[in-house]
């Protein structure tokens, strides 16, 4: 960071912070340090062809950079690329997303998970809007003072979309520097020293190039199992390469998962074919996204006394055989599923609502609660599956999903 955006960055909140010494102090390559160029020449040779990756000559969109990036954190490309188009296809630039609402952007969004994403990309677009006429700062820090931005996505729009000299540092740098100077020390307490010895050797041009050609190198050969060491156009320069273990690295610590949580979810479908839903709260887990009515998820659920918050005091609930499973990133999380009919005329309790069936696909179901709907509605049609998309039964008849993963 420059002397200036180092003092705006304290004007905007960073005053009185002072650096660790291991993140001030500077630090050279351990042995020679890989050669930039030779990776800028393998990228354009190899360079993936993306939807938001401007072709050589073609002039970078800040806006698709952006969007691309925050879809992108935890989750694959293969995933984001329907998403981000059916994204630029509603929405094609930073000012049309501003000016839609949340909750439309949150029914674009339901499936891809980590949904407070969503809600961040919204209020970034208002603030970009707003506060910059819908074109984006192009200096890190002036990056990392909207919502949702920190300093890895800061500095991948700075380098990319604005050739700035900025070392962006994703899963796939990480892996491929720790890999290249042979970093013993696990993540994340790895990470401060991955970032200062990945920006030594961003060169003052062409940086954005060169960090997508470090999370092409990590995407398509440094991969985190079996990396194909003889294809890297730096593999004279890697020390685990060197080593023979370029597959233990990087260090991790053990896992640790939090305790798993059960609860119950209740499906009642009413007699004219419409399904009762609710809207979570706007923060915390899954904030502001669409669901059916559930108990609370607890370690200590006791399925015996699910049916004391059901929307309805009804005897007609019927519990699903099977259960749902889901990981979220803290804890796993099963659920009981109980179905109810109802007549045509009933009434949605306060703070619910009654969506017709054939418009679910429609609605900000995460993915924890397409699996619930699709277990319930494919049990009462006594099939395998449900198809949202369709909203058909996949029929196999006598046959029930035992759990929905």
């Known amino acids: ?47 993936r062809r993306l939807p938001w990756r401007a072709a050589p000559g073609e002039a970078t969109d800040p806006y698709r950079v952006w969007l691309s990036e925050i879809m992108l954190q935890q989750t ?3 995933a984001v690329i329907p998403y981000y188009e059916r994204f630029l296809a509603a929405w094609p630039s930073v000012s049309a997303l501003a000016a839609a609402p949340l909750d439309s952007v949150l029914k674009a969004w339901a499936g891809l998970g980590y949904y407070a994403r969503a809600r961040n990309l919204h209020a970034c677009a208002r603030a970009v ?26 500095a991948a729009i700075a380098a990319i979309a604005f050739a700035r000299r900025a070392t962006p540092v994703d899963g796939n740098i990480e892996r491929v520097v720790a890999r290249l100077a042979r970093i013993e020390e696990p993540l994340p307490a790895a990470k401060p020293r991955i970032r200062r010895l990945a920006a030594l050797i961003t060169p003052p041009r062409r940086a954005g190039d060169f960090a997508q050609a470090l999370m092409d190198i990590g995407a398509t050969i440094c991969t985190p199992r079996q990396p194909a060491c003889g294809l890297c156009p730096w593999s004279a320069a890697c020390a685990a ?55 609370a998820w607890t370690p200590d659920f006791d399925a015996a006394d699910a049916l004391a918050d059901a929307p309805f005091p009804t005897r007609r609930w019927r519990q699903v055989p099977g259960t749902v499973s889901h990981v979220f990133t803290h804890f796993p999380l099963a659920l009981c599923v ?23 696909s429609q609605e900000a179901l995460p993915s924890v609660m397409r699996k619930v709907v699709a277990h319930a509605l494919a049990a009462e049609a006594g099939c395998e599956n449900f198809d ?18």
């Open 388 to 405: 949202f998309a369709s909203n058909r039964a996949q029929i196999r008849p006598g046959i029930v999903k035992e759990s929905a993963h």
């Open 241 to 295: 390469r060197r080593a023979g273990d370029a597959g233990d690295f990087p260090r991790k610590p053990p896992k640790t998962r939090g305790r798993p949580r059960r609860g119950a979810a209740f499906v009642a479908l009413r007699a004219d074919g419409k399904v009762l839903l609710r809207t979570r709260p706007g923060h915390g887990l899954l904030g502001g996204m669409t669901e059916v009515p559930t108990t």
């Open 129 to 154: 809007a707003a506060l910059h006429g819908g074109r984006f700062p192009s200096e890190e820090a002036e990056l990392r003072a909207l919502p949702g931005i920190g300093d890895y996505t800061a």
């Open 338 to 360: 109980f179905v109810a009919q109802v007549a045509a005329r009933t009434a949605a309790p306060a703070g619910m609502r009654w969506i017709a069936r054939e418009a679910l």
């Open 76 to 78: 694959t490309v293969k």
């Open 1 to 47: 960071m420059s002397v200036a955006a180092a003092r705006r960055s304290r004007k905007r909140g960073g005053a009185g912070r002072r650096p660790a010494a291991a993140e001030a102090a500077p630090q050279a390559w351990p042995g020679p340090a890989p050669d930039a160029t030779v990776l800028l020449a393998w990228y354009d040779r190899h360079r």
